[in-house]
Each structure stands twice: as structure tokens, then as C-alpha cells.
């Protein structure tokens, strides 16, 4: 039986914005169903990776060789396709459903649909069916958001806005969740309650993408950890071997000191 295809497969992956080299070279696989965090100070590429995996950005070509980025083995996506595969929330989407032209106005259950149509809320042209809606409730039941169907965007907290674009992400029933900064701006018991509905759909058979700069948000389902410096690969491997003092030391550029509870790992400067 052949091997399935990698999630993210980059092979000397360079991505050049505004003129300045923001990602240099990066080589990983990814695979289906392996749960990895990507962590890095602010500037070390990681909102950079988000935008070349969405298809957002493109890498500069190449005259030969392997493509520098595929998804799920393949080099194009229709964007509208790649959602139904790779689910994604981030700190853009969230600016686009609080703020943009809908102006918070969007319903919980409407941005959820949305999901389906990669869009940023529901247009008069888009076809509604009631599977979509059905699909639409489980996701929203799956993060326990049944409550904020009816709710305005602009009336929720940030942890529940939250979970309403990761039930967005979850409609089209992708196989995985790729989550940007995912508890950035939540209070400490929001964070681990958020951070533990992460835990949840890891254990449900979703394949977790984290992307983080920090470490206390790298849940227990995920064993291996890419570091990112400067837009480059500093650090890839089990996440024993790479949340090491040294090592974060050198990616953060001070002294940090490593420490466990349980699971978890936790990071402070030393």
C-alpha cells in the first residue's frame, strides 16, 4: 500500500513580501493525522507560513526539481476545495468577521456557514442547503457554541468569537485544523478551556496545526515542534528533544528556563 501524501510538504519554500525575504528555505513534511506546533518569536515568519500554506502568498518559483509547496500532495488549489481539507483560523479571519465590511454584524450560526463558501459571511448568491445547516450545528455543538447561533459577532468575547471560527473551520469537515495564535487576547481560564477543546478534537481524529510563540499553549497531543528564527528553520523535532532551555534560548535570543508539569511544558526568562 502506498504511503498517503504529506499534509504540507515544503521543499525550499522562499517567500519574498514587500521586497524582504520573510521565509528562506524552508524544508519539512508535515503528515496527515501527526499533531506539530510551530513556534517562534514575533517576525520569525510564522503568520508567513500561515499565508503560503492558505494559499494566500506564493513561493518564488523554481526551474526545476520539486514543487516548493504542496498541499495533500498537490502543488494548485481552488481555494474554496482546499478548505474542505485543511480548516484555518487566524488572526485575519478574525479581523475580517469583527471588523471589514460586515462590521461585527455577522450571526453566529451565518459565520459558521460561511465556512463552506471561504467567505467572510453569506451573500444573497450563495446556496444555503439544509445539510450545510445540519453540518453547521455539529460543528457548533462540537465546540460547545450551540448559545452563540443567534449572537452578532461584535457582541461576543474574544474567547467566543474564537470558538465560532474554529466551528467554521470544523463545517466542511476538513481532516485538519491549522490554528494561528489561537488563545492570543484570552484571560488564563479561557485559555485552558480553549486550549483543552483543542485537546478535544486532536483526540477526535483531527490533525492539529499549532502556530504559537508560546510554549504553554502546546497541548499534550502534539509531540513534535518546528522552530522558527528569522524565517528559516532553527529547531525541528520531538518536543522533549526541542522545549529544551538551550534551545529556546537561542531561538528567543535570552536566557529561558524550561519547565514540566505533567504533559505541559512551560517556559519563562531565567
Excluded at 46 to 53: A, E, G, N, Q, T
Excluded at 101 to 119: D, K
Excluded at 146 to 174: F, K, N, V, W
Amino acid at each position: 500500500m502506498p504511503h498517503p501524501a504529506p499534509l504540507i510538504s515544503l521543499r525550499s519554500a522562499t517567500l519574498v513580501r514587500g521586497g524582504r525575504t520573510v521565509l528562506r528555505d524552508l524544508d519539512f513534511d508535515i503528515r496527515q493525522g501527526e499533531h506539530v506546533a510551530v513556534l517562534g518569536p514575533n517576525g520569525s515568519g510564522k503568520s508567513s507560513f500561515i499565508r503560503l500554506v492558505a494559499c494566500q502568498d506564493y513561493p518564488l518559483a523554481r526551474d526545476a526539481g520539486e514543487p516548493p509547496v504542496r498541499i495533500l500532495g498537490r502543488e494548485r488549489w481552488d481555494v474554496f476545495e482546499l478548505r474542505s481539507h485543511l480548516g484555518i483560523v487566524s488572526a485575519d479571519l478574525h479581523a475580517a468577521f469583527t471588523g471589514g465590511q460586515g462590521f461585527g454584524r455577522t450571526r453566529g450560526l451565518e459565520v459558521v456557514l460561511s465556512g463552506f463558501f471561504a467567505s467572510f459571511g453569506l451573500f444573497d448568491h450563495l446556496r444555503v442547503t439544509d445539510a450545510m445547516r445540519a453540518r453547521a450545528r455539529r460543528a457548533l455543538a462540537l465546540v460547545e457554541a450551540d448559545h452563540l447561533a443567534g449572537q452578532r459577532m461584535d457582541a461576543l468575547s474574544t474567547g467566543e468569537a474564537r470558538r465560532l471560527l474554529i466551528a467554521r473551520a470544523l463545517a466542511p469537515d476538513p481532516g485538519a485544523l491549522l490554528l494561528d495564535e489561537p488563545t492570543a487576547s484570552l484571560d488564563l481560564a479561557v485559555r485552558q478551556r480553549f486550549l483543552g477543546m483543542v485537546s478535544r478534537l486532536a483526540g477526535l481524529g483531527k490533525t492539529v496545526i499549532l502556530v504559537t510563540h508560546h510554549v504553554e499553549e502546546v497541548i499534550p497531543e502534539i509531540q513534535r515542534v518546528i522552530l522558527l528564527k528569522d524565517g528559516r528553520v532553527f529547531r525541528d523535532g520531538p518536543k522533549e528533544e526541542v522545549l529544551r532551555s538551550p534551545v529556546l534560548s537561542g531561538l528567543f535570543g535570552v536566557s529561558v528556563q524550561v519547565g514540566r508539569h505533567g504533559r505541559h511544558f512551560t517556559a519563562i526568562p531565567d
